[in-house]
């Protein structure tokens, strides 16, 4: 079948513990499984093992993100494709590379980033019965997101990765910026029928701009940001609204610098629908729908 | 991009190489269309999942066309997008496709067809195939037939549901929104409290069968429905089952009751305040609500239930959840039957449960 969705996003932290607190008891993750270096969390809704991996490390930032694929002979398909246009692929059997993971193929994007196809990870269940159950638990804690959404990452040369997404993983471009010179400036690219799966913006090689939780509607934004605002988490923004995807959102960083999303709404997304075009002069509302102006230090900084 | 012609005559194995019914074989040589943006379009062929897509749009009949159209429009917000000697074509601001509800004219209200998209033209002749090996009578339904779209096929299932599985459709410039530097709302109407419910989209539909399980395996087994929860008698048959394409929790339910009719269909809205704001305008309109706003326990979705003008039943829904195609079925028991239908009220009412079209 195909690449179906983000699966997972394994960050740095220096700070083991204090980066698992905030993502237990602010953002509300579910701790599934921890060695010396790693915690292993997951949002409540989904069934996987985990969704977010924190490593122990001096410094912060991406160490790889994880699509999910549909079968097993995904993997194949993908490595045998890849590896014909000259992408080093390395493969890992099922829980080689961490308790609870599927077996996986790794390999680095012409950005330098690590990502990763896996397919079988350990499904723990989410935390409601699969007889009569009701529609949320009780006693969830934070944000509570049921689910990671989409990541977005900087690269020096947007339009080399989209094409890379795009011809060898099968990604399809629902928006882009494009500069006055023609080239693309950030790039928002699906698999799952929605408005993003992954999205680019120019930066450095190898950074991540954000990783995003879905949440069900506004309403939980607002709740999002008074939960950062109890706990003396940084807000970058209020609630917002995105011109691109048409989604919503909210941005703060975790406490080691990694910044966060929260995100609602977007739209269902044919695959053979038109990409919409967002013009220079109008990066600002692309972004940022409500402010009209390009926030700089929301484009300068990443980890 | 044209069709090329179809000699009925020749075997599917002869015309590809290979036997469709089998199921799409991984690493299927596809035509690849030049024609399409850059970006979206594979440069080669791709594994990229066929099959159903999504609900594409529901055909009802109407005994006031005028009626109909009037509550369409002026308290849903559709838009019309053309009419014809007998019918009216219409759709949701943020569709792209030529029309996602048909209102015919007859002297009675009911049910037409239910049509789904599929996502590659090699999967019409895919599931024509599959569905005339089940030992269904499949119509192939040429470009021109039908307004707006082109070649389909049409059947009836095991419960008498006429389906149409549609590739082509004519795109019509979206009413709410350009491909440049878009407003993310409807541009035509402007932002404000709203005085029509103006849901962006079509989500799904919910029909009414005799016997639930047969529909259920032809539904999953024939045309790769995957089951995502199912309400249980106590002898274990299936009451009721919600089925999905989209990766969402349902683009099509089945619950048992007469062969032939349509429970509802149902309009996405983004969340539970567009919910509240649907209830204002319906109340508005003196349009009396069924059920609602309140919470499904199936499908984990929120909602409320109305009538048409004439009789065909109306839902708004939002939320629900986004399960992969391994999803692991919910099931729900008779005794709770009030509780997965309604999570709030924790009981069915009579009307609910027997009035359909």
Same mark, same amino acid.
């Given at each position: 079948?195909?690449?179906?969705? +983000? ?5 740095? $932290? ?37 969704? +977010?991996? +924190? ?44 308790? /609870?993971? /599927? ?14 196809? $896996? ?22 804690? /934070? ?33 882009? $910026? ?86 609602? /709404? ?26 009209? $102006? ?10 | ?40 379009? &594979? ?85 024509? @195939? ?31 549901? =006429? ?8 795109? =019509? ?10 407003? &993310? ?36 087994? =024939? ?35 007469? @062969? ?20 204002? =305008? ?31 039943? @109306? ?43």
């Amino acid at each position: 079948m195909s690449i179906l969705r +983000l699966s997972h996003v394994e960050l740095r $932290v220096p700070d083991l513990e204090l980066a698992t607190a905030y993502y237990v008891e602010v953002v509300g993750l579910v701790e599934t499984a921890r060695e010396h270096n790693r915690v292993f969390l997951k949002c409540w809704d989904e069934h996987q093992h985990h969704s +977010l991996v +924190l490593t122990l490390e001096p410094t912060h930032g991406l160490n790889h993100l994880g699509f999910k694929v549909t079968d097993a002979a995904d993997l194949d398909h993908y490595q045998a494709r890849l590896g014909s246009a000259g992408v080093a692929v390395k493969r890992y059997a099922a829980g080689e590379w961490a308790p /609870g993971h /599927g077996e996986a193929i790794r390999f680095e994007l012409p950005s330098g980033h690590q990502m990763e196809l $896996v397919h079988g990870m350990q499904q723990v269940g989410n935390l409601l019965p699969q007889t009569n159950p009701p529609p949320r638990p009780m006693g969830l804690v /934070g944000m509570a997101p049921p689910r990671v959404d989409h990541i977005f990452l900087t690269a020096e040369e947007v339009d080399t990765v989209t094409r890379f997404l795009v011809e060898q993983l099968d990604f399809r471009l629902t928006e882009q $910026v494009l500069g006055d010179d023609g080239f693309q400036i950030a790039t928002w690219l699906e698999v799952s029928h929605t408005s993003h799966d992954i999205a680019l913006i120019t930066g450095p090689n190898g950074g991540l701009h954000h990783f995003a939780f879905w949440v069900d509607g506004w309403n939980d934004l607002r709740t999002a940001a008074d939960v950062c605002a109890y706990h003396g988490v940084t807000l970058e923004t209020n609630p917002t609204r995105h011109g691109a995807t048409r989604g919503q959102c909210l941005y703060f960083f975790d406490p080691v610098g990694n910044r966060n999303e929260m995100f609602t /709404g977007g739209y269902w997304v044919d695959p053979d629908a038109e990409p919409i075009t967002w013009t220079e002069a109008e990066m600002g509302r692309a972004l940022f729908y409500y402010d009209g $102006v390009v926030n700089q230090k929301f484009l300068t900084v990443h980890t | 991009m044209t069709t090329p012609a179809r000699d009925p005559l020749q075997r599917d194995e002869e015309r590809h190489g290979v036997d469709y019914a089998e199921g799409t074989p991984s690493g299927t040589t596809r035509e690849v269309l030049r024609d399409l943006v850059p970006g979206r379009t &594979p440069l080669r062929p791709t594994r990229t999942p066929g099959g159903i897509l999504r609900l594409a749009h529901v055909d009802i009949t109407v005994t006031d066309l005028d009626v109909a159209t009037a509550y369409y429009t002026e308290v849903m917000g559709m838009a019309v997008s053309g009419r014809d000697t007998d019918s009216v074509y219409l759709r949701c601001w943020d569709e792209t496709d030529h029309h996602s509800l048909r209102l015919r004219y007859a002297p009675r209200v009911g049910f037409d067809l239910m049509a789904y998209k599929v996502q590659h033209e090699d999967d019409l002749d895919d599931l024509e @195939n599959k569905v005339a090996r089940y030992g269904l009578p499949v119509q192939r339904v040429s470009r021109g037939e039908s307004v707006g779209q082109g070649e389909s096929i049409r059947f009836a299932t095991p419960s008498g549901h =006429v389906m149409e599985l549609v590739h082509e459709v004519e795109r =019509v410039a979206a009413t709410g929104r350009g491909r440049t530097n878009p407003d &993310p709302f409807q541009a035509q109407g402007e932002p404000g409290p709203p005085s029509r419910i103006r849901p962006p989209r079509m989500d799904h539909l919910l029909v009414t069968a005799e016997e639930v399980g047969e529909s259920t395996q032809f539904y999953m087994d =024939v045309l790769g429905f995957r089951i995502t929860e199912q309400l249980l008698d106590g002898n274990g048959h299936q009451l009721g089952t919600w089925l999905e394409r989209s990766h969402s929790p349902h683009d099509l339910a089945v619950v048992h009751g007469a @062969n032939g009719g349509l429970h509802h269909f149902a309009y996405w809205l983004d969340d539970w305040d567009d919910v509240r704001d649907a209830a204002d =305008v319906l109340a508005y309109n003196g349009i009396q609500l069924d059920v609602g706003p309140t919470r499904h326990g199936i499908t984990r979705g929120s909602t409320i239930y109305f009538f048409d003008p004439l009789g065909t039943r @109306n839902e708004v829904f939002t939320g629900g959840y986004r399960p992969d195609p391994d999803f692991p079925t919910i099931t729900w028991t008779e005794d709770n039957v009030g509780r997965a239908i309604f999570y709030y009220e924790g009981e069915l009412n009579d009307r609910f449960m027997k009035v359909h079209t």
